[in-house]
């Protein structure tokens, strides 16, 4: 759950927009912007030549063009990558196909919650923190990752509100105790 910046935010926004103001629009964009996240997971030179500053401007666009044309991409979706291209924005792809679809989760009601733990949790552990999240905030989708550097508990991060409670966590929040106390 990478933070979007402010501009691949306005751009996603500027498609969906797009997309929701055309009646039978929003289904298709919306599958192409799965479809080119996919694309981008699987080709590195793709994600390269959009990265690229040594690419020009129209060889980005030209490369999204044949990729809209080959994926069989709506015509929205093929304007709107060449658009992004043109400007000079193509780097931003990943970002803008992140926040297309996390606007289009919490205009569903959804919201994506990442959970670290020190261990894999359960089935019945994922349930638990989610119907638990579910109350605070609409319907709560996980995104579990592992980091044994935690000792023991989760840390849970939903939106902007970072919630520890981890091992490792309550002993740095002990030391900075003790470390003031000895200070004072």
């Given at each position: 759950m990478k933070a979007q910046?402010?501009?691949?935010?306005?751009?996603?926004?500027?498609?969906?927009?797009?997309?929701a103001g055309k009646r039978g629009h929003l289904a298709p964009v919306?599958?192409?912007v799965a479809a080119l996240n996919g694309l981008l997971a699987e080709s590195a030179?793709?994600?390269?030549?959009?990265?690229s500053p040594l690419v020009t401007r129209g060889d980005k666009a030209a490369v999204l063009a044949a990729v809209a044309k080959k994926a069989g991409?709506?015509?929205?979706?093929?304007?709107?990558?060449?658009?992004?291209?043109?400007?000079?924005?193509?780097?931003?792809l990943?970002?803008?196909?992140?926040?297309?679809?996390?606007?289009?989760?919490?205009?569903?009601?959804?919201?994506?919650?990442?959970?670290?733990?020190?261990?894999?949790?359960?089935a019945a552990q994922t349930k638990a923190i989610a119907k638990a999240l579910s109350t605070k905030a609409a319907q709560v989708e996980l995104e579990a990752a592992v980091n044994p550097a935690l000792l023991g508990g989760?840390?849970?991060?939903?939106?902007?509100?970072?919630?520890?409670?981890?091992?490792?966590?309550?002993?740095?929040?002990?030391?900075?105790?003790?470390?003031?106390?000895?200070?004072?």
């Open positions: 910046s402010p501009l691949a935010r306005r751009y996603a926004a500027a498609l969906l927009d797009l997309a919306e599958a192409d030179d793709l994600r390269s030549a959009l990265a991409f709506h015509d929205l979706t093929a304007r709107f990558l060449a658009v992004l291209a043109k400007r000079g924005r193509a780097y931003l990943p970002e803008v196909l992140a926040a297309f679809s996390a606007e289009m989760a919490t205009r569903r009601g959804r919201v994506t919650a990442r959970v670290e733990s020190a261990h894999p949790l359960t989760v840390v849970v991060t939903l939106g902007s509100v970072r919630m520890d409670d981890s091992l490792r966590g309550k002993l740095e929040r002990l030391r900075g105790r003790m470390e003031k106390d000895n200070a004072a």
